[in-house]
C-alpha cells in the first residue's frame, strides 16, 4: 500500500481517543462534552476503517457507518437534552447538575 | 382386666375435665367449670374404688398389673413405655388421691365463688389430679418422673393463682426452684439407674443389687433428694410455709393431702434401691425425725392459721420419713391415709373461718368463734384430736405404730423414738394453741366487726360438706388397722413392700401409751396457756427470735444461694451482656450505617467525577488485560 | 517499513501528514477553545480531514458519508443549537491544575500509552503485511451488498435506532405550556 502503514493510523486514532477523553473530562459545557465524545466517536472509526483496510475486509467500513448512525442519533437526543435544560434556564454547566448526590 | 381399664379412667378423666374447660374457655360459666372440675374427680375416684374392688377379688401375688399404651422409647434393648401398673399400693394412693381430692375440688366449689377466675382454677386443680394420678400410677419411673414435674407445674401455678400479688408469685418460683433441684437429684439417680440395669421398670429396681456401693448410695441418695424437695423436710422445707399463699383448697389438697406425700411414696415404692443402700435408708429416717423436731418447735411462733397447719404437714410427713426410713412401710402409708384425712379436714375447717372473716388469717385478731360457728369448730376439734393422736380417732392408729416400729431397730431406733414422742408432745401443744386462739375465749373485737354468715349458716352447703365427709373419715379412718391385732392394710400393701421391721405387742404398747400421753400433756400446756390462762406464755426472747426466723433457714439460703446468684447476674450484664453482646448486636447496625455514610461520599453528583472514574477504570482494566494475557 | 521511492509514494506521505496535523490539531482546538462557535467549527475541520484519511485508505464510500452525514448534516445541528444558545463560555485552563486536570490529563496519557503499547507489543508484525485489495474494497456496491447480507440485522437496528432517535428528539424538543409559566421555571 501507498504511504504509511496501518499502525501509523491507528497512532492517530489511539490520539484521538485521548484527546476525546481529556475534552469529556476538563469541559463543564455539555455542548463541549458532546463535541467531545464526537472526537471520541471517530477515532475509534479511523482503527475501524485501518483494519478494515489491513484485512482487506469492507465489513470494518460497515461497522463505521452504523456507528456513524448510532453517533447522529446520540447528538440528536444530546442536544434535544441541551435546550430543554436552556429552556428551563438550567444552568449550562456539568458541576452544577448535582441532582444525584448522595 | 376391669381393675386396669377402670385405672386408666381413674387417671384420664381429671385429665378430661382440664382439657374440656382450658378449651371451652368462656362458654362454660364459672359454676359450670367448677362442676366439670368436680365431676371428673369423682369419676376418678369411683373408677379406682372398682379397680380396688376388683383387685380384692385376686390372690395376693396376682394383684400387679401393668399395662402399656405404647412404647414411648425404644433404644436398642433398652425400652421405656407408657404405661400404668395396678397393684396394691398405686391403688391405695389412687383412693387417697381422688377421693380427698374430689372432696377438696367441691368444696373448693363453694370457697372460690365469686372469684374472676374460677375457671382457670378448676383447670389447675383437675390438672393437678391427674399429674398426682400419673405420679402414683406410673409404670415405670420415667412416667412417675413425668407426674413428679407435673404436679411441681401444677404446684406453681397454684400458688401463684392471685398472680397479682408479688408474695404469691415469689412464693411460687420459690417453691418451684426448690422442687427443680430435688428433680434434678431424681434424674440423675434414673441415669444411674439405666447405666447399670438397663431399665426403668419397678421390677427391675432389685438388681442394682449387683452394683458397687458408691452407686447404690448414689441412686438412693438421688432419690431421696427428689423425694426431700418434694416433701418438704430438712433442708428443703423452706417453700412449703411460703406456699400457703395459695388458695385454702390449694393447701389443702396439694401441700398436705397428697403432693407433699409423694416423697413417702417415692421411698415406699423404690424401697429395694434403699434397702441396699441402708445408710441412706437411715438418713431418711434422721431427716424425717430432725424435721418433725423442727417444724414442731417452728410451729409454736406461728401467727398465721394456715402456717401453723403447714408446719404441722411438714412434722406430720417427718412421722412418715421416719417410718419409710425405719421399713415399716405399710405403717408410713397408713399415716399418709389419715393424715391425708385429717390435714384436709384442719385446712378446709380453716378455709371456712377465713372465708367467714373476710379472708383474715391472723390468729391474734381472732377468738371466741366457739359459739358464732359451732359446726366448724366440732370438725376442727375432731382434726385437732386425731392430729395428736388420741385414740378412737385416726391419728392414734397410725402414728403409734410408726414409733413403735422405730423400737425395733436398736440404738439409732431408740433415739429417734425420743424424737419422735417429744414431737407428739409438741403437736399437741401447737395444735391446741391454735385451737384456743382461734375458737376460744372472748369474742375479739375483729370477730365482732367482721363476721358475717352465708345466708343463715356458718358457710355454704359445698364447704361444709366436705368437711363433715372429713370429719366422719377422721375418725373412722384408723379403724382399718389395730397394729398387732387387726392389720389388712399391711397384708393389702405387703406384696409389694414388705415390712422389714415389725413391732411386738409389748412394744406396741408401750409406744402408744407414751404417745397418748405426751399428746395429752402437750394438749393441757396449752390449755393452761393459752385458755385459762394461768400460766403465763414464756417469752424467751432469743429462743423466740430463732423460731420466728424459721432457725434462719431462710437467711441461709439467701446467702448461699440468692445473694451469690444476683451479685453475679448484675456484674456479668454490667461487663459482659451491655457491652460485649448488646454492644455488638448494636454495633453491627451502627457500623453498617457508618460504613454506608461512608461510601455515600463517593457519590458527589459530579459528572466530572463519575467520567474521571470511568476513565481512570478503563485505564486500570486496560493494564490488567494486557499483563494478564 | 520499507520505503518506496516512488513519485506517488511521496505524495501520499505528504497528504497523510497534512491531515493527521490537521486531525490533532483541530481536535486539540475543540478541546480548548472557549466559544462553543469555534469549537465546533474545529470539529467541522476534523471531520474533513479524517474524510481525507479514510480516502487515503481506501474507503471512498465511508469517506462521502463522514462528509456528507457527519460534517454536512450533525455539525449543522451542532450549529443551530450553538446559535440558539448563544455561546455561554467556560474556560477550561483556567484556575490552575486541580486535582481533577491533573487526574484527567493522567488518565488520558494513560489511556493513549496503553493503546500504544497494547498494538505495539501485541500485533507489531501482523501490522505490516497488508492484504491486497480489490477493486470494489470501499465502493458502495460493496458497503450496499455487506449491509443486505452479512450484516443485515445490523442495518436493520441501526434504523431503529435512528427511529427511536428522532421520536426523542420530538419529545424533547414538544414545547409544553406549562415550562413557560414564569412562576415554576426557575426549579433547578
Known amino acids: ?102 | ?629 | 517499513m520499507i520505503v518506496v521511492a516512488s513519485v506517488g509514494n511521496v505524495v501520499v506521505w505528504a497528504v497523510w501528514f497534512v491531515a493527521a496535523f490537521a486531525c490533532i490539531g483541530s481536535a486539540l482546538a475543540v478541546v480548548s477553545f472557549q466559544n462553543p462557535f469555534f469549537s465546533a467549527l474545529a470539529l467541522i475541520g476534523n471531520l474533513a480531514s479524517l474524510a481525507v484519511l479514510y480516502l487515503l485508505l481506501n474507503a471512498e464510500f465511508v469517506a462521502a458519508a463522514q462528509v456528507l452525514v457527519y460534517a454536512g448534516a450533525v455539525m449543522v445541528m451542532f450549529l443551530f443549537v450553538v446559535a440558539y444558545l448563544g455561546g455561554e463560555a467556560d474556560a477550561p485552563w483556567a484556575g490552575g491544575p486541580s486535582w481533577h486536570v491533573i487526574g484527567a490529563v493522567a488518565a488520558a496519557a494513560a489511556i493513549l500509552t496503553e493503546i500504544v503499547v497494547v498494538i505495539g507489543v501485541k500485533a507489531g508484525d501482523r501490522l505490516s503485511r497488508e492484504e491486497d485489495i480489490r477493486a470494489a474494497f470501499g465502493s458502495p456496491a460493496e458497503i450496499g451488498r455487506l449491509f443486505l447480507t452479512d450484516h443485515l440485522l445490523a442495518f436493520e437496528v441501526t434504523s431503529i435506532v435512528l427511529l427511536s432517535a428522532a421520536v426523542g428528539g420530538v419529545i424533547l424538543g414538544h414545547h409544553s405550556r406549562r415550562f413557560d409559566d414564569p412562576a415554576i421555571a426557575d426549579r433547578p
Not at chain 2, 359454676?31 to 385376686?58: C, K, P
Not at chain 2, 447404690?216 to 430438712?234: I, W
Not at chain 2, 463519575?610 to 481512570?616: F, K, M, N
Request: overall charge neutral; glycine content about 10%.
Open chain 1, 1 to 102: 500500500m501507498l504511504g504509511p502503514d496501518v499502525t501509523w493510523y491507528l497512532v492517530i486514532s489511539g490520539i484521538l481517543f485521548s484527546v476525546g477523553a481529556l475534552g469529556v473530562l476538563l469541559r463543564r459545557s455539555p455542548l463541549i462534552v458532546l463535541l467531545s465524545v464526537e472526537i471520541m466517536l471517530n477515532g475509534a472509526n479511523l482503527a475501524l476503517i485501518a483494519f478494515s483496510r489491513l484485512h482487506g475486509e469492507s465489513d470494518g467500513q460497515v461497522f463505521a457507518i452504523a456507528v456513524m448512525a448510532v453517533a447522529a442519533s446520540e447528538v440528536v437526543v444530546g442536544l434535544g437534552l441541551i435546550v430543554a435544560m436552556s429552556r428551563r434556564n438550567l444552568a449550562l454547566d456539568v458541576d452544577r447538575l448535582t441532582s444525584l448526590r448522595g
Open chain 2, 1 to 629: 382386666m376391669t381393675s386396669v381399664w377402670a385405672s386408666w379412667i381413674t387417671l384420664l378423666s381429671p385429665l378430661a375435665a382440664a382439657l374440656a374447660i382450658t378449651l371451652a374457655g368462656t362458654s362454660l360459666s364459672r359454676r359450670v367449670a367448677g362442676i366439670v372440675a368436680t365431676t371428673g374427680t369423682s369419676v376418678a375416684f369411683v373408677a379406682a374404688v372398682v379397680a380396688f374392688v376388683d383387685l380384692l377379688g385376686e390372690d395376693g401375688e396376682q394383684r400387679s398389673h401393668l399395662d402399656t399404651a405404647w412404647t414411648w422409647l425404644a433404644a436398642g434393648n433398652f425400652r421405656i413405655g407408657v404405661e400404668i401398673l395396678v397393684d396394691p399400693l398405686s391403688v391405695f394412693m389412687m383412693l387417697v388421691v381422688s377421693g380427698v381430692g374430689s372432696l377438696i375440688v367441691a368444696y373448693s366449689l363453694g370457697y372460690m365463688d365469686g372469684d374472676d377466675e374460677e375457671r382457670r382454677f378448676f383447670a389447675y386443680m383437675a390438672l393437678f389430679v391427674f399429674s398426682m394420678l400419673l405420679l402414683v400410677q406410673g409404670g415405670n419411673l420415667l412416667m412417675m418422673l413425668l407426674g413428679w414435674g407435673l404436679v411441681g407445674l401444677s404446684s406453681y401455678l397454684l400458688i401463684g393463682f392471685h398472680h397479682e400479688r408479688p408474695s404469691a408469685i415469689a412464693a411460687a418460683k420459690k417453691a418451684f426452684i426448690m422442687n427443680a433441684f430435688g428433680d434434678a437429684t431424681f434424674a440423675l439417680a434414673l441415669f444411674l439407674l439405666i447405666a447399670h440395669n438397663r431399665s426403668l421398670s419397678f421390677d427391675a429396681l432389685g438388681e442394682i443389687d449387683g452394683a458397687s456401693s458408691t452407686v447404690r448410695n448414689l441412686v438412693a441418695l438421688g432419690l431421696l433428694g427428689g423425694a426431700v424437695a418434694k416433701s418438704a423436710q430438712l433442708p428443703l422445707h423452706t417453700w412449703l410455709p411460703d406456699a400457703m399463699e395459695g388458695p385454702t383448697p390449694v393447701s389443702a389438697l396439694i401441700h398436705a393431702a397428697t403432693m407433699v406425700t409423694a416423697g413417702v411414696y417415692l421411698i415406699v415404692r423404690a424401697h429395694e434401691v434403699f434397702e441396699a443402700a441402708w445408710v441412706v435408708q437411715n438418713l431418711a429416717a434422721i431427716i424425717g425425725a430432725v424435721t418433725l423436731l423442727v417444724a414442731g418447735l417452728i410451729a409454736l411462733v406461728q401467727t398465721d392459721i394456715k402456717r401453723v397447719i403447714a408446719y404441722s404437714t411438714m412434722s406430720q410427713i417427718g412421722y412418715m420419713f421416719l417410718g419409710a426410713g425405719l421399713g415399716a412401710y405399710a405403717n408410713a402409708m397408713f399415716h399418709l391415709m389419715t393424715h391425708a384425712f385429717f390435714k384436709a379436714l384442719l385446712f378446709l375447717a380453716a378455709g371456712v373461718v377465713i372465708h367467714a372473716l373476710a379472708g383474715e388469717q391472723d390468729m391474734r385478731r381472732m377468738g371466741g368463734l366457739k359459739r358464732l360457728m359451732p359446726f366448724t369448730y366440732w370438725c376442727f376439734l375432731i382434726g385437732a384430736l386425731a392430729l395428736v393422736g388420741i385414740p378412737p380417732l385416726a391419728g392414734f392408729f397410725s402414728k403409734d405404730s410408726i414409733l413403735a416400729a422405730a423400737l425395733d431397730r436398736g440404738a439409732l431406733g431408740a433415739i429417734l423414738f425420743s424424737i419422735g414422742i417429744v414431737g407428739t408432745f409438741l403437736t399437741g401443744l401447737y395444735t391446741f394453741r391454735m385451737l384456743y386462739l382461734v375458737f376460744h375465749g372472748p369474742r375479739s373485737v375483729f370477730v365482732s366487726e367482721h363476721h358475717h354468715r352465708y345466708h343463715g349458716r356458718e358457710g355454704p352447703a359445698t364447704m361444709l360438706v366436705p368437711v363433715a365427709v372429713l370429719a366422719a373419715l377422721s375418725v373412722v379412718g384408723g379403724w382399718l388397722q389395730f397394729a398387732g391385732v387387726w392389720t389388712p392394710v399391711t397384708d393389702f400393701l405387703d406384696p409389694v413392700a414388705e415390712q422389714i421391721a415389725e413391732a411386738n405387742t409389748w412394744k406396741e404398747i408401750l409406744a402408744s401409751v407414751l404417745a397418748v400421753a405426751l399428746g395429752i400433756c402437750g394438749m393441757l400446756v396449752a390449755w393452761a396457756m393459752y385458755s385459762a390462762r394461768s400460766w403465763r406464755v414464756p417469752s424467751w426472747r432469743p429462743v423466740r427470735r430463732v423460731l420466728e426466723e424459721k432457725l434462719y433457714w431462710d437467711r441461709l439460703y439467701d446467702w448461699i444461694f440468692y445473694i451469690p446468684a444476683s451479685w453475679s447476674g448484675r456484674a456479668i450484664m454490667r461487663w459482659f451482656e451491655r457491652p460485649v453482646i448488646a454492644g455488638s448486636a448494636i454495633g453491627i447496625g451502627v457500623g453498617a450505617r457508618e460504613s454506608g455514610e461512608l461510601a455515600s461520599e463517593v457519590q458527589t453528583g459530579y459528572l466530572r467525577a463519575y467520567a474521571l472514574a470511568i476513565a481512570a477504570g478503563l485505564a486500570v482494566l486496560v493494564l490488567v488485560f494486557i499483563s494478564v494475557k
